[in-house]
């Protein structure tokens, strides 16, 4: 086993998952973004992509090798079982990937943070301990995501359509952050409750 215990942090989009996570990363907690992940298996010589390229066909890459996500959305957005045959391909592989960089080396606190909005969506919250869920009103999500992404509110609305509501989310968290507030005192509760992980998962306690 592990020596130490994995906190999930998940959110919707723009809610300040990734904000909030390098909080915590000034802290000295290792944290992993599934998103980054996802992206890594399937770069130029990943197993995952020659087997995308296997079952989509060469249309799937770019001249460069790289994955084309356009071409692959695509497919699957016409087709659910395509769809599934891709999470399945995925899933287990972003697993495998999250498990091994969530155990880092040489490492002193008694807790890691696992970054995912599909936290709770996928079998991802199996590999975590407690739920942490950055919240903020659908209002605040919608304007932060357009003014990072340069997307049309439009665009970002049916995301947030396709996401899991709010309420949901936040039922299933053991503790919520409250990102709706200046980033100070986001920092502040951030402190509190790296106090309590320290206090709950440390050896002994
Ligand atoms: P996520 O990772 O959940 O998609 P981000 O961490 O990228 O969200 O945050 C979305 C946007 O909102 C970013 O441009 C970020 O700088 C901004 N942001 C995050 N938290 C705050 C905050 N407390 N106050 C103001 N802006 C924030």
Redesign the pocket.
């Known amino acids: 086993m592990s020596g130490f215990s994995i906190v999930g942090m998940t959110?919707?989009?723009?809610?300040?998952?990734?904000?909030?996570?390098r909080l915590f990363g000034g802290l000295g907690v290792h944290w992993v973004d599934a998103d980054d992940v996802a992206r890594q298996v399937v770069e130029p010589g990943q197993p995952a992509l020659q087997a995308i390229a296997d079952h989509f066909g060469e249309g799937t890459l770019q001249a460069n090798g790289e994955l084309d996500r356009a071409a692959l959305r695509q497919k699957v957005f016409e087709d659910p079982e395509e769809r599934r045959w891709l999470e399945q391909l995925l899933h287990p592989v972003i697993r495998e990937a999250l498990v091994r960089q969530l155990a880092p080396a040489d490492y002193a606190l008694p807790y890691v943070l696992l970054?995912s909005?599909l936290l709770l969506e996928t079998d991802q919250h199996e590999l975590v301990d407690r739920v942490v869920v950055?919240d903020?009103p659908e209002e605040t999500q919608i304007e932060?995501?357009m003014?990072?992404d340069h997307n049309s509110r439009e665009q970002v609305e049916r995301i947030l359509a396709a996401q899991m509501p709010r309420a949901t989310r936040c039922e299933k968290a053991d503790d919520i952050i409250n990102?709706?507030?200046?980033?100070d005192q986001?920092d502040t509760a951030v402190r509190t409750l790296h106090q309590r992980f320290l206090a709950d998962f440390g050896r002994g306690a």
């Open positions: 959110g919707g989009i723009g809610s300040g998952k990734s904000t909030v996570a970054v909005p950055v903020v932060r995501t003014a990072r990102n709706a507030q200046p980033i986001v």
